[in-house]
């Protein structure tokens, strides 16, 4: 009889680390939200919080100080990345409308190209952001051509993303104080999470086919040298 009344407080502690970061997360979306007010401070404000995001993990109290942080070290160059992903949605945005007043086959296929594109832009982009912050170069053109390769080469993944980020804006949309409370870093979380270990399993396997390489290079080389011998 006593047993089952020790387990319950041990599985109310293995929950514990991820009631705490859920607090943490609706803690850092409602400074985001309060911070994104002026709206010009609204591409800082989100640095911030994706600055805070990979320290929110199970077991890791991360608190506001974090996302002023990010804010402050990286107010500039998310700036720049706001602008210029912005700018690249509305450009094609207007392309999408421009092709869709004309007829004609050749209007289909640019219609779905501007589609295509558009969601690629998106997929690209979703990743940006943490690569950006991550990156030891802050260069916003590196960080989406890198975004491009994690959707090459993960492209389970990136799909995974942009389907859970959209059901989550979706329900967002029906119950909008959800976007006040935890929307911005629950999105911020799955994509940063996603960006790190995309980037992990990418340098590990860009390692193992370097050393196979070298192997085959260096087995090549001793072969070569013992038949000139």
Same mark, same amino acid.
């Given at each position: 009889?006593?047993?089952?009344?020790?387990?319950?407080?041990?599985?109310?502690?293995?929950?514990?680390?991820?009631?705490?970061?859920?607090?943490?997360?609706?803690?850092?979306?409602?400074?985001?939200?309060?911070?994104?007010?002026?709206?010009?401070?609204?591409?800082?404000?989100?640095?911030?919080?994706?600055?805070?995001?990979?320290?929110?993990?199970?077991?890791?109290?991360?608190?506001?100080?974090?996302?002023?942080?990010?804010?402050?070290?990286?107010?500039?160059?998310?700036?720049?990345?706001?602008?210029?992903?912005?700018?690249?949605?509305?450009? *094609?945005?207007?392309? $999408? =409308?421009? !092709?869709?007043?004309?007829?004609?086959?050749?209007?289909?296929?640019? &219609?779905? /190209?501007?589609?295509?594109?558009?969601?690629?832009?998106?997929?690209?982009?979703?990743?940006?952001?943490?690569?950006?912050?991550?990156?030891?170069?802050?260069?916003?053109?590196?960080?989406?051509?890198?975004?491009?390769?994690?959707?090459?080469?993960?492209?389970?993944?990136?799909?995974?993303?942009?389907?859970?980020?959209?059901?989550?804006?979706?329900?967002?949309? *029906?119950?909008?104080? $959800? =976007?006040? !409370?935890?929307?911005?870093?629950?999105?911020?979380?799955?994509?940063? &999470?996603? /960006?790190?270990?995309?980037?992990?399993?990418?340098?590990?396997?860009?390692?193992?086919?370097?050393?196979?390489?070298?192997?085959?290079?260096?087995?090549?080389?001793?072969?070569?040298?013992?038949?000139?011998?």
């Amino acid at each position: 009889m006593t047993k089952p009344e020790k387990s319950k407080p041990a599985e109310l502690t293995k929950f514990k680390p991820y009631y705490q970061t859920i607090l943490t997360l609706i803690e850092l979306n409602l400074t985001w939200f309060v911070m994104s007010i002026p709206i010009i401070t609204l591409f800082p404000a989100l640095g911030g919080l994706y600055t805070a995001i990979p320290a929110c993990n199970p077991g890791k109290q991360v608190g506001r100080h974090k996302l002023y942080d990010g804010f402050k070290q990286f107010w500039s160059i998310t700036l720049l990345w706001g602008v210029v992903v912005s700018l690249g949605f509305v450009v *094609l945005g207007v392309l $999408l =409308w421009l !092709f869709l007043t004309l007829e004609g086959g050749f209007a289909l296929i640019a &219609q779905i /190209t501007a589609i295509i594109t558009i969601v690629l832009w998106t997929a690209f982009n979703q990743f940006s952001l943490p690569l950006l912050l991550i990156q030891k170069k802050k260069h916003i053109l590196f960080a989406i051509r890198n975004g491009y390769v994690i959707c090459i080469r993960r492209p389970l993944t990136a799909l995974k993303v942009i389907l859970t980020c959209l059901l989550i804006t979706a329900v967002s949309i *029906l119950w909008p104080p $959800l =976007w006040v !409370f935890i929307s911005f870093a629950l999105i911020a979380q799955i994509q940063t &999470q996603a /960006t790190l270990k995309a980037v992990e399993e990418i340098r590990q396997e860009d390692a193992t086919r370097d050393a196979i390489k070298s192997h085959h290079e260096s087995k090549d080389h001793s072969e070569d040298t013992g038949l000139q011998q």
